[in-house]
């Protein structure tokens, strides 16, 4: 092989090792004290709350914005519910459903196919 056409593989070969070398020297470096204590601890993993008693709490508000349940049953509350209470019974008033029917049955037997055409 002559130099012509062998200096373009050292040169990769020589690129690669370069970057090998400062890849594995990033990772194995030591993080600084300065860098270390400026992070932050790591947050307490958050509890998931507990279910609400609905049978307990029958006409209160329960408010969801904090992403807790947290009722509220103060008089405006009740007002504010008994409010859309009438609003929703306001707007299904009119609202009916046809009954659900059972499928008919098949009592009779399903007629035989028709015969294939006969070739003359």
């Known amino acids: 092989m002559t130099w012509r056409r062998l200096w373009p593989w050292l040169l990769v070969l020589g690129v690669a090792v370069w970057f090998g070398w400062r890849t594995f020297r990033r990772q194995t470096a030591a993080v600084p004290a300065a860098a270390?204590?400026?992070?932050?601890?790591?947050?307490?993993?958050?509890?998931?709350?507990?279910?609400v008693n609905l049978l307990e709490h029958d006409?209160?508000?329960?408010?969801?914005?904090?992403?807790?349940?947290?009722?509220?049953?103060t008089p405006a509350d009740r007002?504010?519910?008994?409010?859309?209470?009438?609003?929703?019974d306001a707007a299904t008033k009119d609202v009916t459903f046809q009954p659900v029917t059972a499928p008919a049955t098949q009592t009779q037997a399903a007629p035989p196919p028709p015969a294939p055409p006969a070739k003359p």
């Open 79 to 88: 007002d504010a519910v008994a409010r859309e209470v009438q609003a929703m």
């Open 59 to 73: 006409g209160a508000a329960i408010d969801f914005s904090s992403g807790r349940p947290v009722v509220k049953n």
């Open 36 to 51: 270390a204590a400026a992070r932050p601890a790591p947050a307490p993993p958050a509890k998931t709350a507990e279910p």
